[in-house]
């Protein structure tokens, strides 16, 4: 009962209280990110590795990445629309690692459409073990609400969202990264180009059964293109 009782209080306390250190800085023009932990997901960043951004498209916010857990996706929607003054419109995933779409579950919850490339499904589906980690690091409180969220909306080579003030175009740049579902996010008018998953910095990864250096610098140059 004890345990019981812990749990409840615990859980009263992570949705009351802010558990993610967001700090949002400007890198172009009404585009604004909080930038992840360069280690590995622990108990001490609570799964807070990857980078997520929101664009101001004018008529609302599109965001970036909705990040490791429904709690970071709800505590960065509630900082971003209070920056901004604007409502969500769109998420956008670049790739189908849990600690950039977990946090899905929470745009999924208030059924604002959610955008990704149709490889995702299968790379959702043939990966279950990169949506294990979380469990093993995260308490229950904080892990609450989480769920494996399919995207709606699903595109092949390209997919633009229309704002009233701007274009965001979703990309698929082949072949330049392992991952079937990787993309980038390009916002012409700033020159702000989003790289996901293929670009990593002050990080290297042992992943050497999958790394390519010479596809990663052809990467870079399809993307100074």
């Given at each position: 009962m004890k345990k019981f009782i812990l749990l409840v209080l615990t859980l009263f306390a992570c949705l009351k209280a802010n558990i993610y250190p967001l700090k949002f800085q400007k890198v172009a023009k009404r585009i604004e990110c909080v930038i992840g932990d360069f280690n590995p997901p622990t108990k001490e960043n609570k799964g807070f590795v990857?980078?997520?951004?929101?664009?101001?498209?004018?008529?609302?916010?599109?965001?970036?990445?909705?990040?490791?857990?429904?709690?970071?996706?709800?505590?960065?929607?509630?900082?971003?629309?209070?920056?901004s003054g604007k409502k969500i419109k769109a998420v956008v995933i670049t790739n189908y690692h849990d600690d950039r779409l977990y946090g899905a579950s929470y745009y999924a919850s208030k059924k604002i459409p959610i955008i990704a490339h149709k490889n995702i499904v299968e790379d959702i589906k043939n990966n279950p073990q990169k949506f294990e980690r979380m469990k093993h690091i995260l308490?229950?409180?904080?892990?609450?609400?989480?769920?494996?969220?399919?995207?709606?909306?699903l595109f092949d080579k390209a997919y633009e969202i229309n704002g009233t003030k701007r274009v965001v175009k979703l990309l698929k740049l082949s072949p330049v990264s392992e991952e079937k579902s990787d993309i980038v996010v390009w916002v012409p008018d700033s020159g702000f180009l989003f790289a996901g998953n293929i670009?990593?910095?002050?990080?290297?990864?042992?992943?050497?059964?999958?790394?390519?250096?010479?596809?990663?610098?052809?990467?870079?140059?399809?993307?100074?293109?």
């Open positions: 990857s980078n997520s951004c929101f664009i101001d498209v004018g008529d609302g916010l599109v965001v970036v990445d909705p990040g490791s857990t429904f709690l970071f996706a709800k505590e960065f929607a509630k900082k971003a629309q209070k920056l308490s229950k409180a904080e892990f609450n609400g989480i769920k494996v969220v399919t995207p709606n909306i670009i990593f910095n002050n990080r290297a990864l042992n992943y050497t059964k999958n790394s390519n250096m010479k596809r990663w610098l052809e990467a870079i140059k399809k993307f100074k293109s």
